[in-house]
């Protein structure tokens, strides 16, 4: 299939065996075409996948994410889709990453799309999609570490274009013991972009370790298709975000959804 993405040196198929050892939990939704409930691919999980059926797809879309296949989601759930992880994550840091496509529709004010964790829908941390500063801007892409507000990646207004695949990169870290205070986003990362996150939430996220993650919709109008691939929470930056002209060790479980990418990933710069 033709890959037609925005021209990018990012390279997340590339990340390095020492790397590796540090995913907690990975999915690259290479199923079979069908529902995505009760699916139990990937690593790092306790079941399967618990999903609202026929509002969540395994299918084969036009443009490739990051794979042959990708997770479709269409319609609107507080849990559209869950998953719990093998052992609850209490590390200072845990990273976020994912890949996302608008295969259809167009998303206008308050469109919603996020990741969550822990079984809360709206008042733990959120990394996603919400279009148009929720109606107050032009943005789209934001992190919050509970239910009010949020901060928005800068030039991030992507819910007009079909077909582009672009990488939300999410930092979720406390300074000691606690709960969770910050969360970090980046799109479209480049290894060097560790230091310099598109945009920063502080504020008590209500919870000390990371048990479950989850998917959000809302406002969403018939018609709007969203895509989402390669699934990764992980431990260090290299993870998720490769440095130039490093090789993946041959038949690494965490990079089988990954291989196709390469360096044709979407890379929308802020300016």
Do not use: C
């Not at 299939?1 to 990012?10: F, G, P, T």
């Not at 395994?58 to 559209?80: C, K, Q, W």
């Not at 869950?82 to 590390?91: C, E």
């Not at 000390?208 to 959000?216: A, D, I, M, P, Q």
């Amino acid at each position: 299939m033709k890959l037609r993405v925005l021209a990018s040196a990012l390279a997340i198929a590339v990340l390095s065996p020492l790397a590796s050892a540090a995913i907690v939990a990975s999915d690259d939704f290479n199923y079979a075409a069908g529902e995505l409930n009760t699916e139990s691919g990937g690593t790092g999980w306790a079941g399967a996948w618990s999903a609202v059926t026929a509002r969540t797809e395994i299918v084969d879309p036009a443009v490739d994410l990051g794979g042959e296949n990708a997770l479709r989601i269409t319609g609107n759930a507080n849990t559209v889709a869950q998953r719990t992880l093998s052992s609850a994550f209490s590390g200072n840091e845990l990273y976020v990453s994912f890949l996302f496509q608008l295969d259809a529709g167009a998303l206008t004010d308050n469109d919603f799309f996020a990741l969550w964790f822990n079984a809360n829908t709206t008042t733990r941390p959120n990394i996603g999609i919400k279009a148009d500063q929720g109606g107050s801007g032009t943005n789209d892409v934001f992190v919050r570490t509970n239910n009010t507000g949020g901060s928005y990646a800068p030039d991030s207004n992507i819910g007009g274009t079909n077909d582009v695949t672009y990488q939300i990169v999410g930092r979720l870290s406390r300074s000691g013991a606690g709960n969770y205070t910050h969360y970090d986003l980046w799109l479209n990362p480049l290894f060097s972009d560790l230091d310099s996150p598109n945009a920063t939430f502080s504020g008590n996220a209500g919870i000390s370790t990371v048990t479950s993650v989850g998917f959000r919709t809302a406002n969403l109008e018939t018609g709007d298709t969203l895509l989402i691939d390669n699934l990764i929470l992980a431990t260090s930056w290299a993870d998720v975000v490769a440095a130039p002209n490093e090789v993946p060790e041959p038949g690494s479980l965490a990079l089988a959804g990954l291989a196709l990418l390469g360096l044709g990933l979407a890379r929308r710069r802020r300016g």
